[in-house]
């Protein structure tokens, strides 16, 4: 079964950090670009960042997070992370890791609150 | 980056059909094949209806269809069901090498 599990979730202050993780499962993790997107409580979906299969190849982000995030990949480890540093309270939200250009599957997701 | 646009909300009676529509630009919608629709359920993650405007997933019911006319994409849904009342996002790529969703649509079935 292909699956996403992401963690590192949790609370944290405005002006902090913290890495999410997306573990893959079940299908050929480096021959997929993979994605993040986020959800404000009571919001619609938010695209934030896109790695390509190669890491080296393209990466891009939304104009909200562009360098403040950073996304990586390990494809020995089939993995996906997000680095997020300089943390809003308009951060907060549930942060899917999702695969492909389809964006298909979704993981679960992981819920980010950034409060004081 | 502005969302692309949805109507709020849509309604309909089991059986009949709904069209969703999503409206963006030559920039994005208009300007690629790769549209796509996802439906949400509260509390779950979303889940990929249709993908590259018309295509559907392998396991998604053929009551759920796309298509894509200028700058317009649309989802429309046949013989709606109970099950089927839930948030509905489009998405496409960009001019810009970037994702962008549609606001969201709220579909009930009454």
């Known amino acids: 079964e292909e699956q996403l599990v992401e963690s590192g979730g949790g609370l944290v202050q405005p002006g902090g950090s913290l890495r999410l993780s997306c573990a893959a499962s079940?299908?050929?993790?480096?021959?997929?670009?993979m994605n993040w997107v986020r959800q404000a409580p009571g919001k619609g979906l938010e695209w934030v960042s896109c790695i390509s299969s190669t890491s080296s190849d393209t990466i891009s982000y939304a104009d909200s997070v562009r360098g403040r995030f950073t996304i990586s990949r390990d494809n020995a480890k089939n993995s996906l992370y997000l680095q997020m540093n300089s943390l809003r309270a308009e951060d907060t939200a549930v942060y899917y890791c999702?695969?492909?250009?389809?964006?298909?599957?979704w993981g679960q997701g992981t819920l980010v609150t950034v409060s004081s | 980056q502005s969302a692309l646009t949805q109507p709020a909300s849509v309604s309909g009676s089991p059986g009949q059909s709904i069209t969703i529509s999503c409206t963006g630009t030559s920039s994005d919608v208009g300007g690629y094949k790769y549209v796509s629709w996802y439906q949400q359920h509260p509390g779950k993650a979303p889940k990929l209806m249709i993908f590259?405007?018309?295509k559907r997933p392998s396991g998604v019911s053929s009551r759920f269809s796309g298509s894509k006319s200028g700058n317009t994409a649309s989802l429309t849904i046949s013989g709606l069901q109970a099950e089927d009342e839930a948030d509905y996002y489009c998405?496409?790529?960009?001019?810009?090498?970037?994702?962008?969703f549609g606001g969201g649509t709220k579909l009930t079935v009454l």
């Open positions: 079940g299908f050929t993790f480096s021959g997929y670009s």
């Open positions: 998405r496409s790529y960009t001019s810009t090498s970037t994702l962008m």
């Open positions: 999702a695969r492909g250009q389809s964006l298909d599957p």
């Open positions: 590259e405007v018309s």
